[in-house]
């Protein structure tokens, strides 16, 4: 019979997706990294594998979280516009004041920067933008259907793709904009896109 592990699994996989939206994965040295799961080594790989390991572990649980709370928003009854809005608006707001969940969102930026030479981690985000897209799409038909939408719009799976890459650049601009007013700007004129 195995030993019982000494430390929340739930708990430190949530640490690590702070650490690895705060420095990135090259910029997280293992070391740096067990000391602030406040693990040690061997837990580690017994527990998770590698440092990558972790990093996708991380990384697959924080998109799910953010993916099913998207998805939920766009299924849900009523306005499609005023989901949409809630969408942005939610997440403008973690970026600008809940340091702590902004750190893990920044975990998406380290992906990124892996995705040229990673095809695992590339093709979790690919698999993932596609899964929103569709679910944007959806909404969208939804929204025409009731009338929020006026014909004007066209093309609705293009704009499914926008308002989806349009919500995850807001990520990047928040790493790089010291006060509210441009990310505001930045929601202002994606949601006008929307207007009839």
């Known amino acids: 019979m195995g030993r019982n592990k000494e430390f929340d699994t739930t708990l430190v996989l949530h640490k690590a997706m702070e650490v690895f939206g705060e420095y990135g994965y090259d910029g997280t040295s293992l070391q740096e990294l067990l000391a602030k799961l406040g693990i040690a080594r061997q837990s580690l790989y017994d527990t998770y594998g590698t440092k990558r390991e972790l990093f996708l572990s991380a990384l697959k649980s924080y998109i799910k979280q953010k993916t099913d709370d998207v998805i939920a ?50 093709a979790i985000l690919s698999s993932n933008t596609a899964v929103l897209e569709q679910a944007f799409y959806k909404a969208l038909v939804r ?54």
């Open 73 to 122: 928003l766009l299924e849900a009854p009523g306005s499609v516009k005023e989901a949409i809005t809630r969408i942005f608006q939610e997440g403008m707001k973690v970026l600008l004041e809940d340091s702590e969940r902004r750190r893990q969102c920044f975990i998406i930026n380290s992906a990124v920067e892996l995705m040229p030479v990673d095809p695992e981690i590339a």
């Open 143 to 196: 929204a025409e259907a009731q009338g929020e939408l006026s014909p004007k719009h066209g093309d609705l799976m293009a704009l499914a793709r926008y308002l989806n890459h349009s919500r995850l650049s807001l990520t990047f601009h928040a790493k790089n904009v010291s006060g509210p007013e441009v990310l505001q700007d930045i929601v202002k004129v994606t949601l006008s896109v929307l207007d009839n």
